[in-house]
């Protein structure tokens, strides 16, 4: 198995073409990939853990597995209520309040949670979080809970940070929003400072 590499992710999500194969739901990079070394990929998605999700959820993850030797982890919540979370998981232990949290497959691990695990469907176990599991409560010897990102966001700043020389020029289709959204500013400004 090959540890986790942005290059191959990006090419794994456009081949699969993971956007539009996972369009009903939001789908979040939220753990130490990309921002650390790590031997999986944790992708959060957010919307209900039906059968449907969960059997697309399994034929990406064999596709990364078998075509590029990574590992996709997967994690279901059904909105983003965890996320406010974070700033508390970043300054010390706390409780969890109503966050349920759905895997395909069932472990209990060092995680900390309120109560054995629920199957709720064919494929789909739920969690009640309970509180930080100690594996995360430590990256590089301090707390840091990095802040989720949107795949798509990411991929197009992965696009902007290879691409340059069209990144914030005429050829980039976002440079005229900007530009247009600039000159609004600049005018409600000088308008503001003639009255």
Same mark, same amino acid.
């Given at each position: 198995?090959? =540890?986790?590499?942005?290059?191959?992710?990006?090419?794994?999500? @456009?081949?699969?073409?993971?956007?539009? *194969?996972?369009?009903?739901?939001?789908?979040?990079?939220?753990? #130490?990939?990309?921002?650390? =070394?790590?031997? $999986? &990929?944790? %992708?959060?998605?957010? +919307? @209900?853990?039906?059968?449907?999700?969960?059997?697309?959820?399994?034929?990406?993850?064999?596709? *990364?597995?078998?075509?590029?030797?990574?590992?996709? $982890?997967?994690? *279901?919540?059904?909105?983003?209520? *965890?996320?406010?979370? %974070?700033?508390?998981?970043?300054?010390?232990?706390?409780?969890? #309040?109503? %966050?349920?949290?759905?895997?395909?497959?069932?472990?209990? +691990?060092?995680?900390?949670?309120? =109560?054995?695990?629920?199957?709720? #469907?064919?494929?789909?176990?739920?969690? @009640?979080?309970? +509180?930080? +599991?100690?594996?995360?409560?430590?990256?590089?010897?301090?707390?840091?809970?990095?802040?989720?990102?949107?795949?798509?966001?990411?991929?197009?700043?992965?696009?902007? &940070?290879?691409?340059?020389?069209?990144?914030?020029? &005429?050829?980039? #289709?976002?440079?005229?929003?900007?530009?247009?959204?600039?000159?609004?500013?600049? @005018?409600?400004?000088?308008?503001?400072?003639?009255?």
């Amino acid at each position: 198995m090959k =540890s986790a590499r942005i290059d191959l992710f990006i090419k794994s999500l @456009e081949t699969y073409n993971f956007l539009k *194969v996972f369009n009903k739901w939001e789908t979040y990079l939220w753990s #130490n990939f990309p921002i650390n =070394s790590t031997n $999986d &990929i944790d %992708i959060t998605f957010i +919307g @209900e853990p039906s059968e449907e999700l969960a059997e697309k959820i399994l034929d990406f993850q064999k596709y *990364v597995e078998e075509t590029y030797e990574m590992k996709i $982890d997967e994690q *279901v919540f059904e909105n983003t209520d *965890v996320f406010s979370y %974070i700033p508390q998981m970043n300054i010390s232990d706390f409780e969890f #309040n109503n %966050i349920f949290k759905y895997k395909i497959n069932t472990h209990l +691990g060092p995680r900390k949670y309120k =109560s054995d695990p629920i199957k709720i #469907n064919k494929y789909f176990w739920k969690y @009640e979080l309970s +509180g930080m +599991g100690e594996k995360n409560k430590f990256r590089l010897g301090k707390l840091n809970i990095h802040y989720p990102i949107l795949i798509k966001d990411f991929l197009q700043l992965y696009f902007n &940070i290879k691409n340059p020389h069209i990144y914030n020029t &005429i050829e980039d #289709n976002t440079f005229n929003k900007m530009k247009k959204l600039r000159r609004e500013y600049y @005018e409600k400004i000088v308008n503001t400072r003639n009255r």
